[in-house]
């Protein structure tokens, strides 16, 4: 079945430093791919997407490659600021009507000042 | 401005007490799910209406239900709960068909004494 591995955390950064939180996933046919951000004690919230290889997802300065020769989907940022701490969920969805996310098993980041 | 709403944000309930949990929508999103998280996991899909039509995963435990009576509500009943049940319960909405991004709320947190 699908599945989505992330790198395990928790990370710890200083603010401005760059960001990678890598993403792979297994899938049978062709996902479409998300990063979603919960912050503490909220739901999830869409913070990009890709939908076919090659596409890049970006938002708030984060940005995500679709990767199907490696099938990976790597979030990144530039220069991160305490307000970016929060846990990261990478996850897929692939076929059906309903399209079910299958989620990685999240990242937690903190940005000290 | 339209979103998923989840009542009540906290929620405590006894040992094998019943409890229901409620998730409303003003998207007019056709699909409805609902979704199990525990401390420090990824969230789980318990269940998803397409419309009217329920599909259960398999893994659900027997003790979750779910009611969707109209279009903008949708209800998890649990009917014994247990202490492996305390978990943060997310409500989540997608238009269907092509359309498959989701919409989280912010979701119920669930404490079972």
């Known amino acids: 079945g699908d599945s989505v591995t992330q790198m395990e955390g928790p990370v710890t950064l200083s603010e401005e430093a760059f960001l990678t939180i890598n993403c792979t996933y297994t899938a049978t046919g062709y996902p479409s791919l998300f990063w979603y951000v919960q912050y503490p004690g909220e739901g999830l919230q869409l913070l990009l997407k890709a939908t076919k290889a090659d596409d890049k997802g970006s938002n708030k300065g984060f940005e995500a490659t679709y990767r199907k020769e490696t099938t990976s989907f790597h979030l990144e940022k530039g220069s991160v600021q305490v307000s970016d701490s929060a846990v990261y969920f990478c996850?897929?969805?692939?076929?059906?009507?309903?399209?079910?996310?299958?989620f990685g098993s999240g990242t937690q980041l903190t940005v000290l000042p | 401005d339209a979103m998923v709403i989840q009542n009540p944000r906290y929620q405590v309930t006894q040992f094998g007490k019943p409890v229901t949990l409620s998730c409303s929508q003003t998207?007019?999103?056709?699909?409805m799910y609902w979704y199990q998280q525990k401390s420090s996991q990824a969230p789980k899909l318990l269940f998803h209406?397409?419309?009217?039509?329920?599909?259960n995963e398999a893994d659900t435990p027997d003790n979750f239900q779910s009611r969707r009576p109209n279009t903008s509500f949708c209800f998890l009943d649990i009917r014994s709960p247990g202490l492996g049940d305390a978990a943060m319960y997310l409500c989540?909405?997608?238009?269907?068909?092509?359309?498959?991004?989701?919409?989280f709320g912010p979701g119920t947190r669930l404490t079972v004494t």
């Open positions: 998207l007019n999103h056709n699909v």
């Open positions: 989540a909405t997608s238009r269907g068909g092509t359309d498959y991004e989701q919409y």
């Open positions: 996850a897929l969805s692939e076929g059906g009507s309903a399209r079910q996310l299958t």
């Open positions: 209406y397409y419309d009217k039509d329920f599909n």
